[in-house]
């Protein structure tokens, strides 16, 4: 099939979404397959089909031939337990991330939990102080659901002056999406009988840090849980084995790991972490603080910074979207740095605060071009350009950048970040790398 057969629905190429699946479109002519020109019995055998297979294992690995997917460390120079490790998205597909490849914040490393030892205490403005073992939770009754963490200061090389030469994963992926499995807060907060002067709960985590951050009660008593299993099986120690609070569609901050306290109160403790991180110096000199829910924001994975095209033809192109706020209602993709947008498919499930798989068919005609990705959730929010994010919050920005991602493609295939505009704004002067979270 020829590029004249199909008509692009926006600019340098864009293609109906539908057009892969309808069969319109020949793949093997796409991935350019000689027909194999023989029978199938003449397919010859191959070397591992003549002896035994490997033996068992009690827990699986991925293949050795995939150990260049890993997450990237990048650790405070003189303080390796602080740190975060980047989740390689341009690796993956569909919307979970495995468990071995789920980013990582740690202020002070993961602490070695003995389990039988660890207690979660609920105290504070409440009627009945509790006290719980792990076996205790693990009889209350648990529901799951598939959500994302991402910690408010994803992106934000983003904010930087040039565009940061990463891939999208060691730039993009402080954000990891898992099944979570676990008590609903609520049920063991009405035990406890929170006092009706209360507002906040103050959550306490068991690692070296002692990691302290505020929750509002409504928030609390809505949809958080206290998670014990991520992805079927109990959390990972990075992820905050044996206990977490997961609080869906918030940064990451707020998801507790190793999670020892809940202090009921009718005030936050003001801790250091939504006061001197997560909080941001607005424009007019006001701070911008308690700004926990995570807003939309999407971006194109395949291909990605760094990945070079296979020369003219047709593409489908990928991506992520997700918003804390509820559900992906619609993301378009951009082939001409946002002049026209042509709707990208979104795949099942979409669920609220949850990845959000997207795709769209593509025609390069081999010229450079841009492309771009941009989401809209439920409340009707769009992800928003670089130049209005800037402008919305000045040049002090270092936390919550969701603005829309620009990869360059050059004549050769290879892409590259870039900005589209305002690529001259000042921005922070921060290392994102060399900073803290
Ligand atoms: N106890 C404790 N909880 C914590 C942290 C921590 O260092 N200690 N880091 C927080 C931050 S800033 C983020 S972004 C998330 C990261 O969760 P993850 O490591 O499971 O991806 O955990 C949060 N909970
Ligand atoms: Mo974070």
């Not at 995939?66 to 919307?95: C, F, M, Q, Y």
């Not at 980013?103 to 009945?128: K, S």
């Not at 109990?234 to 901050?253: C, D, H, M, S, T």
């Not at 936390?399 to 589209?420: C, M, N, R």
Request: aromatic letters at 8%; glycine letters at 10%.
């Amino acid at each position: 099939m020829q590029r004249d057969d199909v008509t692009a629905v926006a600019g340098n190429g864009l293609l109906d979404r539908r057009l892969f699946l309808s069969g319109a479109l020949k793949f093997s002519a796409i991935v350019g397959l000689a027909s194999a020109g023989r029978a199938a019995a003449d397919v010859p055998d191959e070397p591992w089909m003549r002896e035994p297979g490997a033996a068992f294992s009690n827990y699986g690995a991925p293949s050795p031939h995939e150990k260049a997917v890993v997450r990237w460390i990048s650790a405070t120079a003189g303080a390796p337990t602080n740190g975060v490790s980047w989740s390689p998205l341009h690796e993956l597909d569909g919307i979970l991330t495995p468990s071995g490849l789920h980013f990582e914040r740690h202020h002070n490393g993961v602490p070695q939990i003995e389990p039988a030892q660890h207690r979660l205490v609920i105290n504070g403005d409440v009627e009945r102080p509790l006290e719980f073992t792990i076996d205790a939770l693990l009889r209350y009754p648990r529901v799951s659901r598939l959500c994302v963490i991402e910690c408010g200061g994803n992106s934000n090389a983003g904010w930087l002056q040039k565009p940061i030469q990463n891939a999208a994963g060691y730039f993009h992926g402080l954000v990891s999406c898992s099944e979570w499995t676990g008590v609903p807060l609520r049920l063991v907060l009405a035990e406890a009988g929170i006092k009706p002067a209360a507002t906040w709960l103050v959550a306490e985590g068991a690692d070296a840090f002692g990691m302290t951050v505020s929750v509002p009660l409504a928030k609390a008593q809505d949809d958080c849980l206290l998670a014990l299993f991520q992805n079927g099986e109990r959390l990972r120690p990075e992820q905050g084995y044996p206990l977490r609070l997961l609080v869906p569609g918030w940064e990451g901050v707020v998801n507790v790991k190793w999670l020892r306290t809940l202090t009921s109160s009718d005030r936050p403790v003001m801790a250091r972490n939504e006061t001197a991180r997560y909080t941001e110096l607005q424009p007019d000199g006001s701070a911008r603080m308690f700004t926990q829910v995570m807003d939309v924001k999407s971006l194109l994975t395949k291909p990605s910074a760094g990945m070079r095209l296979d020369g003219p033809g047709f593409y489908e192109l990928g991506g992520l979207a997700w918003s804390g706020r509820g559900r992906v209602t619609r993301v378009e993709v951009s082939a001409d740095g946002g002049a026209s947008w042509a709707d990208a498919a979104l795949n099942d499930p979409v669920l609220p605060q949850c990845f959000t798989r997207f795709r769209v068919p593509w025609h390069w005609d081999g010229k450079p071009c841009v492309l771009q990705s941009r989401a809209t959730d439920e409340t009707g929010a769009v992800q928003p350009t670089r130049a209005a994010l800037l402008e919305a919050r000045g040049r002090h920005g270092y936390f919550h950048y969701h603005a829309i991602v620009s990869w360059q493609v050059d004549a050769e295939g290879v892409l590259t970040h870039t900005y589209v505009d305002a690529a001259d704004a000042p921005a922070a002067a921060t290392d994102p790398f060399d900073a803290d979270w």
